[in-house]
């Protein structure tokens, strides 16, 4: 079934709805990720935005606080936004809901690029005859739900959390989270991606750490009726995971490209894109899995497994490095002359200690296509270090590329390492 409207709480507070814009004193705070303030007691809340336009309601029981509002810039818009972060009853107040309402004069298809932008592309279209808006699109990233509607005369958001509605059915023991969601069309077939992870941990509200991660394959119009998929434990993917559709084999076909913090980057030419998994400097390695889609899911690489090449690094006489990669035997020399690492090892340009390294697995992962043909490939590297396994003296780096039914590296490249001067 597909959902083109949005929860009942939604519709109560369309239903109420103000002037986005009548009050000019509204307070202005700063732009805070959902992932990173859904859930948040509102004192924790007004300690990162400041106070609010407080707005209350009232019930059986007399007034309460509902909501509290501030003007905030939302997907790099000119125009600020009335941000509503809508409360539970509960003392804490605890952030449930995000509604964002926009100017009047700001048109749909502007709110939907910038929004894109920001979180990709959205499942959009012209609403059901029975649904109270005209238009929507949806996006889901990061455990966070975005609903766009347009009524014609107004523009909303609502943003709250994703959970996944089909836990019991798979026996899968709550919270389960929709991490992110796409859609793939192929020989006009649809098909819906889910990724899905159990939490970790849920400090402060920001959901980014998972002990399990599922794929879910479905028709969008039948969700409960969909194939669930375990991912690896080996792929190492549980730390802000992200699911982007590219196309890696050149059948037209999108392939589903999972990688462990994941950021997108517009290369600046043709609107092409590359995906980077985050890298060591950061305290975490990357992990990267793709994914075939089919009636099933087939897994076609995974980094956990798939490591190429192994190789011995080793110093030599006159400030060079040899790297050998042991899978064709190849010797590759570098330049390491004026590296850090040299003052430990070297005396008078020879080596005091024969000081050999390995890699230890992937330092990388970029998808791109630099061939801006449509089609992506894998850029894997691992670093070569020196002494005591502290200083990068290489990066080694593999090209996977799609071939026969199956990822295979391409090429091997070695480059010296030599940090950016202050």
């Known amino acids: 079934m597909k959902i083109h409207a949005f929860p009942l709480l939604c519709l109560c507070v369309a239903a109420m709805r103000l002037n986005a814009f009548a009050d000019d004193a509204l307070p202005l705070a700063k732009y805070i990720a959902p992932d990173q303030v859904l859930d948040l007691p509102l004192a924790k809340l007004e300690g990162l935005k400041g106070k609010g336009a407080a707005v209350f309601g009232t019930n059986a029981e007399g007034k309460e606080l509902v909501q509290v509002d501030y003007g905030e810039t939302w997907f790099n818009l000119p125009d600020p936004v009335r941000a509503q972060y809508l409360v539970s009853s509960a003392a804490e107040h605890v952030v449930h809901q995000i509604t964002l309402g926009f100017k009047d004069s700001v ?14 592309p959205a499942a959009q279209g012209e609403s059901g005859p029975d649904a109270p808006s005209k238009y929507y699109a949806h996006w889901v990233r990061d455990s966070v739900r975005y609903d766009f509607q347009d009524y014609g005369d107004y523009r909303e958001m609502y943003i709250s959390r994703a959970p996944f509605s089909y836990s019991d059915q798979y026996k899968l023991a709550e919270p389960i989270d929709i991490i992110a969601q796409e859609d793939s069309k192929a020989k006009g077939v649809e098909r819906r991606v889910m990724l899905l992870g159990k ?3 849920d400090l402060g509200g920001v959901r980014r750490h998972y002990d399990s991660l599922w794929l879910y394959l479905c028709d969008p119009e039948h969700e409960e009726k969909g194939a669930l998929t375990a991912l690896p434990k080996e792929s190492n993917l549980g730390v802000a995971p992200t699911l982007t559709l590219v196309d890696f084999t050149g059948d037209g076909k999108m392939e589903v490209l999972l990688l462990k913090d994941g950021h997108l980057f517009d ?24 994914y075939e889609i089919g009636a099933r899911l087939k897994l076609l690489f995974d980094s956990g497994k798939d490591i190429y090449p192994t190789f011995v690094a080793e110093f030599r006489d006159n400030y060079k490095a040899n790297i050998h990669i042991n899978e064709d035997n ?17 005396k008078d340009g020879k080596p005091q200690d024969q000081v050999k390294s390995k890699g230890y697995g992937y330092y990388m992962i970029l998808a791109q296509d630099k061939n801006f043909d449509g089609v992506f490939e894998l850029y894997c590297s691992q670093d070569a270090r020196g002494a005591c396994q502290a200083d990068v003296i290489a990066f080694v780096t593999s090209i996977f590329t799609h071939r026969d039914g199956k990822f295979a590296a391409t090429s091997v490249g070695v480059e010296v390492h030599r940090p950016a001067k202050s």
């Open 267 to 290: 290369v600046g030419h043709n609107d092409s894109k590359m995906f980077i998994s985050g890298s060591a400097d950061y305290g975490e390695s990357p992990g990267a899995c793709i």
């Open 199 to 201: 939490p970790r941990d």
């Open 330 to 346: 190849s010797d590759h020399e570098v330049d390491i002359a004026g590296l850090g690492c040299t003052d430990s090892v070297y």
């Open 107 to 120: 048109p749909r298809e502007a709110i939907i690029a910038a929004a894109a932008k920001a979180l990709g």
